[in-house]
Every structure is written in structure tokens, then in C-alpha cells.
């Protein structure tokens, strides 16, 4: 029906999209009323590079991360004032986040050419495309290109904050996207259950703001949910999670419950996480409401470990030592407490686990953990399996695995032997 409409209704048919594409319907009270199709950018586009800044380096490395709206077909026989804008709009809004989940990465800039012999371009201004030139009348079919002397109005629109900043950035950027040499995993916040009984909502209105009234710009609630968006998408300083915050669109931000879709700043992520809140606390909270999206941990690997802070010393005061309970695979934190100065990670297990449910998951951790009332403790009292690493600190027990390997080894020839069967052809 798409390929079928535009070739009867569109003026340039239905000719293939170029590179990597993706066709959109849009609808009106249950009746398709436009049909949007994107396809990758043209590689040729005088006023666009210009407008960037492109060099011929930044536009080789930079140029997937341009999209180029290739087809718009309102339906002739919809009669909807300001029904084309409104379309487009919503259609910029998700462009970006689908085009990653089908490409792997995301899209910063979009173009499209508006021929001025038949429309105006009025849609694109209304939804705040910025005219930048025009071609000069040239058109490619396959590797050629000819002179056709009908030049096109180019129009830009900047999907994420600081596209221009980006497509100018001299490192490539965009699949996977990079910060300092860091991966920032492109988290869909739309995907994140936000309302609701076990909303994110919900869980950060528990907490108590010590802030004075006067003068608050950001919500407690909005501070926090950016700042567990953030962290989620891999920043851990408060200038990366700022960096991220601003990276955000506004409707994205005002999801997140920021006012007039603005960021908190820096300070403001600093003085809330430091002193607004009790951090222990909140930690503890979200570790549990991120489990809880992990849906069940049974049959999941958790990695409990422990980590020194680096930069947490202070004079002759130890180091912050944290003990995490990491899930395998997603490496999301879902359990976290302070090792006190005064003992050591062993009995630190029991409370870190306490409140997650791991029936059926498997613990694994380093051989400090190998205890005999630990491994008692998971599989009697919280019906969990374990994989723990055993050393030559404990040489009876590694003498009696060595033992129990070596027996079933044995058990194993044998039974081959009876059948006849060539060990050497069966490596272990």
C-alpha cells in the first residue's frame, strides 16, 4: 500500500531509498492520512556541507549520521490545516532513537531538498528546518550525474543538542557512540516504566528533599530521575552526567519531569547527590527498582565483587571499599554497600543479598568468598546456586575437586574402553 500510494500520488514515484532507510505511515482517528519515508544522505550537498563545516575528512567519517527525508505524501484527499507540521514534528521526535534500534546507531542531522518550482517549504519552516541554500541544478542516476537546471532549496534540522558541535568533531562519532574514549550505551527512555505503582515515578516521590523552598529551580524528583537515566547510560562523574542530561531532547527531558525541557546543571546534579539526599539510601533503592526490571534473577548470573574507589583517600584514612552485586551480561548494578574500615568483605555478602530475590540465580564470586556458612547461606536459605573459585589457600578442598575430576575422568575411559570407542579421538 506505501510503494502503491506514492507511485500514484507522489510526483517523484517510488523510487528505491538509498543506503539504510526507514518508511513511516502516519494516522489520523484510525485512517491513514501521510506517508514518510527517510533513506541515508546524499553525498553530494554543496549548502549542507558548508553549513556544517564539513572538510573532507569529517564528512567521510561523519556523514552516516545525516538523514535525508526523501519522501512526504500527505494523501490527496485529507483536508487537515497544519496536519503536515504536526506529522514531521512527531516524526523527528522518534527518528533518531528508531533509526538506532535498527542501525545501531543514531541520527544527528536531517536534510531534505525542496523543489521551489512546486512547493514552498512551508511544513519544514513551520517545524523549524532552516533553509541554507540551494543546489546548483544537478542530479545523480548511478554513478553519473547530469545537469537538469532546476536547483532545490536544501533545508537542515538538527535532531540532537549540539549536532552541528558533533558532525564538526574531528573524532568519528555515532556507532557505537564514544566520550573520552568511554562507549555511551544509547539508553530509550521511553522503553523505562517512569508511572505507575513501580514506576521510577514512584520510587524517587519516597524520598525527602532537605533543600530550602526559595529558589528551587529543579524538582528532587526530576534531579534524580536524569541522574539514574544518566548513570544507566554508563557516565559515573557529575560533569558526565550533566554532559549526558544535555545530549537529551526536550521532550525526552520534560519526560524526565525537567520544566521548559532544561537540564539541571552540574552544580545542581553535585549539591542534590551530596547533600540533598541520603545517598546510601537512594542507592539502596534504586539497586532494588533496577532488580525489579531485571524482571526475575533465576536462572541469571550475579557477579558479587569488591571494589576499592580510586581518589577516595584521604590523608590516612582508607579508601571507600564497595561491594556490588553485578548481573552478567547487562553489567547493571543491582545491589551496592560500603565494606566498613573494621572488617571485611566476607560478612558484607549476607546484607548485600538480603533484599534481592535470587532463588534459582547464580552467585559467583572471588575465592576471599569461599566459605562453608556462605555456601550454606545460598543454597539452603536462599535456594540460589553458586560458582566460587577455590586456591591453594584451601588445599584439602581443592585436593578433593582434583579427586572428583580425576575419578570421573577415569569413569569416563573406562566406559569407553567397554564400547570400544578411541579416547585419543574424543579430547577432553
Not at 562519532?173 to 568511554?182: D, S
Not at 584514612?317 to 543491582?334: E, M, R, T, W
Not at 546484607?351 to 564470586?365: F, H, K, M, S, Y
Request: hydrophobic residues 40%; glycine residues 8%.
Amino acid at each position: 500500500m506505501f510503494r502503491a500510494y506514492l507511485r500514484k500520488y507522489h510526483y517523484l514515484g517510488d523510487s528505491p531509498l538509498v543506503g539504510e532507510s526507514l518508511r513511516y505511515v502516519a494516522w489520523l482517528d484510525g485512517e491513514l492520512v501521510a506517508l514518510l519515508g527517510w533513506a541515508g544522505a546524499t553525498l553530494h550537498n554543496g549548502p549542507r556541507d558548508r553549513h556544517i563545516g564539513w572538510d573532507e575528512m569529517r564528512h567521510r567519517d561523519h556523514l552516516h549520521l545525516v538523514v535525508n527525508n526523501a519522501r512526504f505524501l500527505i494523501l490527496p484527499w485529507v483536508k487537515q490545516p497544519n496536519l503536515a507540521s504536526r506529522i514531521l514534528g512527531v516524526n523527528l521526535r522518534c527518528l533518531s532513537r528508531d533509526w538506532h534500534s535498527v542501525y545501531g546507531h543514531p541520527v544527528l542531522l536531517a536534510e531534505t531538498f525542496v523543489d521551489p518550482s512546486r512547493f514552498r517549504g512551508t511544513c519544514y519552516r513551520a517545524s523549524n528546518w532552516v533553509h541554507v541554500g540551494e543546489t546548483k541544478g544537478w542530479s545523480r542516476h548511478g554513478a553519473d550525474y547530469y545537469r537538469h537546471d532546476q536547483p532545490k532549496a536544501v533545508f537542515l534540522y538538527p535532531l540532537r543538542r549540539k549536532a552541528l558541535e558533533r558532525l564538526r568533531s574531528p573524532t568519528p562519532w555515532g556507532a557505537p557512540a564514544q566520550r573520552g574514549g568511554k562507549k555511551i550505551i544509547e539508553l530509550d527512555i521511553h522503553k523505562l516504566p517512569l508511572e505507575g505503582d513501580d514506576g521510577l515515578f514512584s520510587l524517587l516521590a519516597t524520598f525527602t528533599d532537605s533543600r530550602k523552598r526559595r529558589g528551587i529551580r529543579h524538582s528532587l524528583q526530576s534531579v534524580l530521575a536524569v541522574a539514574t537515566c544518566a548513570v544507566l547510560a554508563g557516565q559515573r562523574a557529575f560533569t558526565a552526567i550533566e554532559e549526558w542530561a544535555r545530549d537529551q531532547s526536550k521532550e525526552d527531558l520534560r519526560l524526565l519531569g525537567c520544566r521548559f525541557g532544561r537540564p539541571p546543571s552540574e552544580r545542581t546534579f553535585r549539591r542534590v547527590l551530596k547533600d540533598a539526599v541520603d545517598v546510601d539510601e537512594v542507592d539502596r533503592k534504586l539497586g532494588l527498582w533496577v532488580a525489579r526490571q531485571e524482571s526475575a534473577l533465576k536462572g541469571m548470573g550475579v557477579a558479587v565483587d569488591g571494589k576499592t574507589l580510586r581518589g577516595s583517600r584521604d590523608g590516612q584514612d582508607k579508601g571507600v571499599h564497595l561491594l556490588s552485586a553485578v548481573v552478567h551480561g547487562s553489567s547493571v548494578v543491582v545491589a551496592q554497600m560500603r565494606v566498613s574500615d573494621k572488617t571485611n568483605e566476607i560478612p558484607c555478602l549476607r546484607p548485600l543479598l538480603a533484599e534481592l530475590d535470587i532463588q534459582g540465580a547464580v552467585i559467583t564470586a572471588d575465592a576471599l568468598h569461599t566459605q562453608r556458612e556462605t555456601v550454606r547461606h545460598l543454597v539452603e536459605d536462599r535456594k540460589a546456586d553458586y560458582v566460587l573459585t577455590v586456591k591453594d589457600n584451601q588445599p584439602t578442598l581443592r585436593k578433593d575437586i582434583e579427586d572428583l575430576f580425576t575419578e570421573k575422568e577415569e569413569q569416563a575411559q573406562r566406559k569407553m574402553a567397554a564400547q570400544g570407542l578411541d579416547r585419543e579421538a574424543f579430547p577432553p
